[in-house]
Nanobody, 128 residues
Framework: QVQMVESGGGLVRAGDSLTLTCTSSGLTFSKKNMAWFRQAPGQEREFAAASKWIGSNIYSTYYADSVKGRFTISRHNANNMVRLEMNSLKPEDTAIYYC??????????????????WGQGTQVTVSS
């Protein structure tokens, strides 16, 4: 059974940094495409960042324009862990953040429908 658990959310001020962690079990983590999505109140879940498995231990990263240059996704295969380092946080970054894993990769990598497994989410609140 696949389990994915996010942690690290909290309340911070604009300009602060925060790192989210997602630990998974029950899947071959090193061969999965991993991503972070977020969902603000009243809005649809939106893509934030992804780590695409290319082969062996080679990965490429992708970011939404809204977080590019501020967020960094990284993975730690030995611990079945993916992190999202968030810098220069803005009030509009306030959302529940979810990690997700996908068996395949496609041009729809920003679509939540592509992902097979999800965590329960962790709340990030950025005050102005």
């Amino acid at each position: 059974q696949v389990q994915m658990v996010e942690s690290g959310g909290g309340l911070v001020r604009a300009g602060d940094s925060l790192t989210l962690t997602c630990t998974s079990s029950g899947l071959t983590f090193s061969k999965k495409n991993m991503a972070w999505f977020r969902q603000a109140p009243g809005q649809e879940r939106e893509f934030a960042a992804a780590s695409k498995w290319i082969g062996s231990n080679i990965y490429s990263t992708y970011y939404a324009d809204s977080v590019k240059g501020r967020f960094t996704i990284s993975r730690h295969n030995a611990n079945n862990m993916v992190r999202l380092e968030m810098n220069s946080l803005k009030p509009e970054d306030t959302a529940i953040y979810y990690c997700a894993a996908a068996e395949r990769w496609g041009s729809d990598y920003q679509d939540a429908e592509m992902y097979n497994y999800w965590g329960q989410g962790t709340q990030v609140t950025v005050s102005s």
